[in-house]
Nanobody, 122 residues
């Protein structure tokens, strides 16, 4: 059984930085592409970033390009999302997910974590 557990969320101020992490257990981590999604209150879940199994390819949604960085450590079964210059509109629950191929579409992800709250105050 594959499990994903996010951590590192919290309350920060506009312009601050935060790194969220996701540890994967019960599966073969280095075969998965990993993604980060987020869901703000009253809104649909949206794609944030994705990274290929070896870390060689990444994609971001336009609103976070240049501010967020996705990375992974296959030795530690962990994927990270480094978030800089945070804005109030980044406030959401952040979810990590695992897929068998690199994709930005949520329906193509097989496994999901429970989410971690990120709140950015103005």
């Amino acid at each position: 059984q594959v499990q994903l557990v996010e951590s590192g969320g919290g309350l920060v101020q506009t312009g601050d930085s935060l790194r969220v992490s996701c540890v994967v257990s019960g599966g073969t981590f280095n075969i998965y592409a990993m993604g980060w999604f987020r869901q703000a209150p009253g809104k649909e879940r949206e794609f944030v970033a994705t990274i290929s199994w070896n870390g060689g390819t990444t994609y971001y949604t336009d609103s976070v390009k240049g501010r967020f960085t996705i990375s992974r450590d296959n030795d530690k079964n962990t994927v990270f999302l480094e978030m800089n210059n945070l804005k109030p509109e980044d406030t959401a629950v952040y979810y990590c997910a695992a897929a068998y191929g690199l994709t930005r579409f949520s329906w193509e992800y097989e496994y999901w974590g429970q989410g971690t709250q990120v709140t950015v105050s103005s």
